[in-house]
């Protein structure tokens, strides 16, 4: 594998390019419009739209998928050749196939180059080569973005949804950032559809699987991000029973310390946010570890949750541990993305739901740093 | 008594007695061995193996897809969004130059982003930041640069530096690889890709995959087995081949002549012993196995230095071939010379088989003699004169039947009837040597006599006398001289024809190409300011900006090309093979979707004027009308050319692959080429005047055709070879008459003379009898092999000069063959040899 170096160093030498340009930093007071901001935003240095979820067939059998485009800026000119490198696009693909044990994963990267790569309102869709997400519009309501579909093919597998959004887009943080560190800009702008109602059909070789459940879109753009000294982050979107939806982050530091911007958004079921400060939280890992063959990361795949002004107390797990993607590039490095239980009560009620779990920088410390 | 021991006794040890005339024989054959194993192993390596230069960095994809003009980017974009699991690598190729190397290597741009290709990265030996940077380029580990290099490369007419980024240390040969971006700027390629490569999923067979491919692929579009390109060029280059080994084979004809001499001789000197042999019981079959054998042995022992000796010649002759194939064909990087198992086993089945076959007949002849006949002397010489008007009878039929053969059309591309017809020439010539060479001997006795004395009329009483052996002779000589003569004639009329072509096609003053080096299917380009600036200047009366696109036809590699017609048509002396007006065709050229043709891409692809191509250019399908075809000896594979400004409609590239300058008539041409010169600061640009590029061009065709002048050499060396040895056999033979004639009080000197009188007149019926045979075989190249194989129309032409020249040489050293004879035949003691009998 000496290409995955070369490749690897190729893209950290374009992530590391053109810092102090004029790149447009995330800042408070930013003003959403949908569906502008769903799709790119070029004056951003780097871009990611999450999709993951929860499907399972008729007869209960349970799979997890995640669907990730990634954008980075190589320069901030524009392209005189329409092969110049402007942005790079990469993406990742995973199926988790959680009855079966098994897990795959896929990744790609390419430019923009004649459109192999995008992300466009224009024709409002979001790709990378034949791996893309496209709003379904309704011609009697052009305006309301909600239905999706989404379509990835593979070698072994092949994913294909139609995602329904239940709850209007979810803006993270506070007065439209996402604040991960200290200083100006230090911060994204975030956004979620965190209840997005999933169909369609799953193939793993030549096995067809009809499927539904709950997906998620998270959908992240900024120039500035971690501070030095934030080695990685841990991440989870839950779906409860009750219709309501919570997402938690934790960043941590290279001397084991928590940042103190690690927060959470809870979403009621009609799709109300609040925002939830890092003292309002607890998201602790519960001591399980899962090792990594490929890697040697050490990831906690077992945690709990306390969030005593919601009378929420769960416990996170996971039914299969070896959800982890390696990254050719270095830039990315391997992480852990993977489908997750929830059990626990809320206000006294036994209360469950599913949902993703992201773990970064257990391999390496995370290198998206713009400075 | 064992059949072995018979032949040790019968054959082999006269063999070792006469050792100079033993070596000579199986030298005869080793030459024609070597020659045809040199130019078989030199043709493997150089075009045997042949993959296109610019299908490295293409390993292992199944399919790729291409279009004339290169692929719009969209495609690229298009085929990515199928539903399925294909790898794309798109591409782009071109060739540099690289000045400190003084080469010309393949560029070949590819997605750095999506496949890079393997290098060695040894971490730290550059910043990370640095490596993908604007100016990277990564090379091949046989250019010898390392990462973080600078290295200078001409692309077109401007120098440019980068950075070595990598080493590409698997991949072989001589190759520069650069993302599509920096390819894209350097190349002027405005985002269009040569080739895309693609990789299938698994799941369906390739022919589905191409089919379902195909169908997402706009019209100008094609799918095809990846290295189908590659074997284009082969098939392309086979013709070539062909005509390089049958050239080869001349050497070998021309040794069978002498094995059959050598046999021959073998028999009538032991017709004596035969004749016993069979008096005791030695059976027919055991007689003609025992001749056979001995030419075998010959042929083995032959076959066998040939075979090492070829090795030698392949080793020279690959850079001569080379260097054909790249300016007429393709580049190309030659292999290593290679001596393979299947050309060992061809050089010893060639050497034995030569030699066996021309065997045959005087061993079976020895096989037939009646015992006592044959132990009676005499008889077999006078046989052959009852038989000379058989031969001229069946050399009548053989040339009736070459006649004919010559009057049919190519077989698959290939001229096999010419061949044939040539052969049968060669045959008919053979058979009436014999009646031939009896007149002339006959006829010149007498004024040999007047002219030069007593020697002179016993030389060619003796020719006369021993006609068989003398025909045999002459036979070997006069192919050889025949065949040399024959290409001579070819190749000078085809010089003089070019010369004529050329008087007529280059009108301009000044031509301008740039520096990297152009071939076959490499057309380097100009910056298009320089032909506008060069135009705008007052000395300049008219610009002709010429462009040309390596493209392919019909499933073989072409040119298409574009000039200002209305240029040409004020200018130039095109001539048509219709015998329009230039003017008048150019005149069309510029107002409709219209082309000429060059003839021989009107002969390769059967088209003609009227015609319409159907020429897909950049994704687009596009309806040409042929209007007329021209003459045209500037590439083999044959031109399609429109008007530069119908082209740039389609091609929207104005960068010119060569300008010709028209001064204006009052401007002489050092004050042009002054005005000019400033316009050209800073670029790599090579300025030839009229007169320089016709004398480039005849140097290219020189050298072109030199290993053809090579390959006739080797014949005739060996032909006077085959005289010196015969002329030895001779002596050891006559060894009875030149000592009665010393006996009788000739001087040793006399003796002498005799010999190189022998050989003279040898060498002069050679010579006639070659010109003869030469002349009528060079019609045959000219009019029927080169036609079917190239089909270009040469115009007959005697190189006078060039002829005179190689023959005097070929008389010479006839004569220089004989010295060491004449010595033997002086020296021969008359007491020993008259006691002898």
Do not use: I, M, N
């Given at each position: 594998m000496k290409s995955s170096r070369v490749l690897a160093l190729l893209l950290l030498a374009l992530i590391s390019q053109g810092a102090g340009s004029d790149w447009r930093v995330a800042l408070p007071g930013y003003r959403y419009s949908f569906p502008r901001d769903?799709?790119?935003?070029?004056?951003?240095?780097t871009e990611w739209w999450y999709y993951t979820g929860n499907l399972q067939t008729q007869s209960g059998r349970c799979f997890g998928f995640e669907l990730t485009f990634f954008r980075h800026a190589a320069g901030f000119t524009e392209p005189e050749s329409v092969w110049d490198v402007r942005d790079v696009w990469l993406a990742h693909l995973a199926l988790s196939d959680i009855d079966g044990g098994r897990f795959f994963h896929v990744e790609r990267i390419n430019r923009s180059g004649p459109g192999i790569a995008g992300a466009s309102l224009k024709t409002a869709r979001v790709w990378n080569g034949n791996w893309q997400v496209r709003w379904v519009l309704d011609a009697a309501r052009?305006?309301?973005?909600t239905r999706q579909s989404l379509e990835a093919v593979s070698e072994q597998f092949r994913v294909h949804l139609s995602l329904e959004s239940k709850k209007p887009p979810v803006v993270h943080g506070k007065d439209g950032v996402s604040q991960k560190a200290e200083g100006r800009g230090r911060a994204s702008h975030y956004i979620s559809l965190t209840r997005l109602e999933a169909s369609g059909s799953i193939a793993i070789g030549g096995e067809e699987f009809k499927v539904e459940g709950l997906a998620w879109m998270d959908h992240e753009f900024f120039t500035h991000q971690l501070a030095p000294g934030q080695t990685g982050w841990d991440w989870l979107s839950l779906q409860l029973e009750d219709g309501t939806d919570l997402m938690l982050f934790r960043l941590r530091r290279e001397d084991g310390s928590i940042g103190p911007y690690s927060a959470g958004t809870f979403v009621d079921a009609v799709g109300k946010t609040k925002h939830l400060a890092l003292s309002r939280l607890s998201l602790v890992p519960e001591g399980d570890v899962w090792r990594s063959q490929k890697t040697g990361a050490r990831y906690p795949v077992a945690w709990s949750i306390s969030i005593p002004e919601l009378g929420l107390a769960a416990r996170v797990r996971t039914r299969l541990p070896q959800q982890e993607l390696t990254s050719r590039h270095s830039g990315v490095g391997a992480y852990w993305e993977g489908a997750v239980e929830i059990t626990g009560t809320r206000n006294g009620r036994p209360l469950h739901g599913r949902g993703y779990l992201e773990m970064t920088g257990y391999a390496a410390p995370v290198k998206l740093r713009a400075d | 008594m064992p059949y072995w021991k018979l032949f040790n006794r019968l054959i082999v040890r006269p063999l070792r007695r006469e050792p100079v005339r033993t070596l000579l024989a199986a030298f005869a054959v080793a030459l024609g061995v070597a020659v045809v194993v040199g130019i078989e192993l030199a043709g493997n390596a150089a075009?045997?193996?042949?993959?296109?230069?610019?299908?490295?960095?293409?390993?292992?994809?199944d399919l790729e897809i291409t279009a004339t003009g290169g692929l719009p980017a969209d495609v690229l974009a298009q085929l990515t969004a199928l539903p399925h699991s294909f790898r794309f690598e798109p591409r782009m190729e071109d060739f540099a130059f690289l000045p400190a190397r003084n080469r010309t290597v393949p560029w070949i741009g590819v997605d750095f982003i999506a496949n890079a290709p393997e290098q060695d990265a040894s971490p730290g030996d550059s910043d990370p930041a640095d490596r993908f940077r604007k100016e990277q380029v990564w090379v091949s580990a046989g250019l010898g640069y390392k990462s973080g290099d600078r290295i200078w490369v001409l692309i077109g007419d401007t120098l440019s530096v980068f950075i070595v980024g990598g080493v590409l240390s698997k991949q072989p040969g001589e190759v520069l690889a650069a993302d599509l971006s920096l390819t894209d700027h350097l190349f002027?390629?405005?985002?269009?890709?040569?080739r895309i490569l693609v990789h299938i999923p698994s799941g369906r067979s390739i022919a589905e995959w191409e089919k379902l491919l195909r169908s997402a692929l706009p019209p100008g579009a094609g799918v095809e087995r990846e290295g189908s390109r590659t074997d284009e060029n082969r098939r392309m280059l086979a013709a070539f081949r062909w005509n390089l080994r049958v050239l080869s084979y001349i050497a070998l004809i021309v040794g069978a002549f002498l094995i059959y001499n050598t046999i021959s001789v073998s028999v009538v000197r032991r017709r004596a012993e035969i004749g016993i042999l069979r008096a005791l019981g030695a059976t027919r079959t055991a007689v003609l196995l025992g001749f056979v054998g001995e030419a075998a042995c010959f042929g083995l022992a032959g076959a066998l230095a040939g075979i090492a000796l070829g090795r030698v010649l392949a080793a020279s002759a690959i850079g001569l071939i080379a260097s054909t194939v790249q300016s007429l064909y393709v580049s190309s990087t030659p292999a290593s010379v290679e001596l393979s198992w299947e050309v060992a086993l061809l050089g010893i089945g060639m050497g034995i088989g030569v030699a066996v076959l021309s065997a045959l007949s005087p061993a079976w002849e020895a096989s037939r003699a009646a015992p006592l006949e044959a132990m009676a002397r005499g008889r077999g010489e006078h046989r052959v004169q009852i038989r000379k008007l058989r031969g001229l009878l069946a050399a009548g039929l053989l040339a009736a039947g070459a006649w004919i053969a010559s009057m049919q059309g190519a077989v698959d591309g290939k001229p096999l009837f010419g061949y044939l017809a040539a052969l049968l020439l060669i045959a008919a010539s053979a058979f009436a040597i014999p009646a031939l060479v009896s007149v002339l001997a006959a006829s010149a006795a007498a004024w040999m006599r007047r002219l030069f004395g007593v020697e002179a009329l016993l030389a060619a009483r003796g020719l006369a006398g021993s006609l068989r052996r003398t025909s045999v002779l002459v036979g070997a000589l006069s192919t050889a001289i025949a065949m040399m003569a024959a290409v001579g004639i070819m190749v000078g009329s085809f010089r003089q024809t070019v010369v004529l072509w050329m008087e007529d096609r280059l009108q301009a003053d000044l031509y301008l190409r740039p520096a990297t080096p152009g071939g076959a299917d490499r057309h380097p380009v100009l910056s298009p300011e320089v032909a506008d600036r060069i135009a705008a200047?007052?000395?300049?009366?008219a610009v002709d900006r010429f462009r040309a696109y390596s493209i392919r036809y019909g499933g073989m590699p072409a040119t298409l090309g574009a000039g200002d017609a209305r240029i040409a048509g004020r200018y130039g002396r095109r001539a048509f093979l219709s015998g329009a007006k230039p003017q008048e065709v150019f005149e069309q050229l510029t107002s409709t979707d219209s082309v000429i043709i060059s003839e021989p891409f009107a002969n390769k692809h059967g088209v003609k004027a009227g015609d319409i191509l159907s020429l897909p250019i950049a994704g687009q399908p596009v309806r040409l009308r042929v209007l007329d075809v021209y003459y045209d000896y500037s590439s083999e594979r044959g031109y399609i050319l429109m008007d530069r400004s119908r082209l740039l409609k389609y091609l929207p590239d104005p960068a010119p692959s060569n300008i010709a300058v028209y001064l204006r008539r009052d401007v002489p041409l050092e004050r042009g080429r002054d005005a000019i010169e400033p316009v050209l600061k800073g670029r790599k640009v090579v300025v030839l005047s009229n007169r320089s590029l016709r004398e480039e061009a005849l140097r290219v065709f020189d050298r072109t055709f030199a290993i053809t002048y090579a390959l006739e050499a080797v014949a005739v060396l060996i032909a006077v070879m085959g005289v010196a040895g015969a002329l030895l056999a001779l002596v050891i033979d006559r060894r009875r008459e030149f000592g009665l004639v010393r006996f009788l009080g000739g001087a040793q000197a006399q003796v002498r003379r005799i010999i190189l009188f022998e050989a003279a007149l040898l060498g002069l019926f050679a010579n006639a009898v070659g010109i003869l045979l030469g002349f009528f075989l060079s019609l045959l190249l000219i009019f029927v092999i080169n036609k079917q194989s190239f089909g270009w129309t040469i115009q007959f032409h005697w190189p006078v000069s060039v002829l005179t020249g190689a023959l005097s040489l070929v008389y010479l050293a006839t004569v220089t063959a004989a010295l060491y004879p004449a010595r033997v035949a002086a020296q021969l003691n008359p007491i020993e040899v008259v006691h002898e009998e």
């Open positions: 769903y799709f790119s935003h070029p004056e951003f240095r052009p305006a309301a973005f | 075009v045997g193996s042949f993959r296109s230069s610019l299908d490295t960095l293409a390993d292992d994809a002027r390629r405005q985002g269009k890709l040569d200047l007052p000395e300049v009366a």
